[in-house]
């Protein structure tokens, strides 16, 4: 058994539906601009940008119900609604077409951004990491097996900010699919069995305030709630 000069961190982990056992985390990543309606939202050209990705710690990774923290340093925390992948295999210059044989199950989660943050970072030419790595800025529903859910293509995607609809979209509207996109992260790291990918969210993309009540869902994957919790 390895000794450690302190006492190591507990492995971040996500609930697993229906099962007391939980599904490590050993890295996050991030699909941006994954949808043609929000790249055009956030002033990009969807036809011209291959997949791009940032992380986010494993730790970031939280549940997605009960109270979620407000973070500090920013008075614009957007949400956007994802399709979270989680992986069993991993490796490296995966082909698109074997791509999918590395995933386990899939969840829905939330990318939460300091958009003030963002929007300085990206002026300054700086990275992006504060604004989108801060704590609990990564909930997640439980997550479903393959064997359960299939691997959702066609499904709509949705979130509701205190019972009004704020995104609404369908996975088929991914510029790159869940294939493509492991096949196209594979090229630029080595994947591992927990990996989750965050796969992009759909346009409507909107801030976030204390006390403010969160739904959302991929329809035949999961549905959660939760509350901006107070400062």
């Not at 090229?187 to 989750?196: C, E, F, I, W, Y």
């Not at 739904?215 to 400062?231: K, P, S």
Request: with cysteine; proline share 8%; net charge negative.
């Amino acid at each position: 058994m390895t000794e450690f000069v302190i006492t190591a961190p507990e492995t971040a982990s996500v609930a697993v539906a229906g099962s007391s056992a939980r599904f490590p985390v050993r890295r996050v990543f991030c699909v941006g601009r994954n949808y043609a309606a929000h790249a055009r939202e956030m002033g990009s050209d969807p036809n011209r940008e291959p997949p791009f990705f940032f992380t986010k710690p494993a730790d970031a990774v939280v549940p997605a119900s009960g109270a979620v923290p407000y973070p500090p340093s920013t008075n614009d925390m957007h949400h956007e609604i994802e399709l979270v992948v989680a992986l069993k295999a991993g490796g490296k210059d995966i082909d698109a077409a074997q791509a999918l044989d590395l995933v386990w199950g899939y969840g829905v989660g939330l990318d939460l951004t300091r958009r003030d943050l963002q929007a300085v970072a990206k002026d300054a030419g700086r990275p992006w990491d504060m604004a989108k790595g801060f704590d609990a800025s990564a909930p997640c529903s439980p997550l479903h097996p393959v064997s359960d859910v299939g691997h959702p293509a066609q499904a709509r995607i949705w979130l509701e900010v205190n019972g009004t609809l704020r995104q609404e979209g369908n996975l088929d509207e991914m510029i790159w699919p869940i294939a493509d996109v492991i096949a196209s992260l594979s090229r630029l790291v080595t994947l591992a069995p927990g990996d989750l990918i965050y796969s992009g969210t759909p346009s409507g993309v909107g801030a976030l305030q204390p006390g403010d009540q969160v739904r959302g869902g991929v329809d035949g994957v999961d549905t959660f709630e939760l509350t901006i919790a107070l400062r």
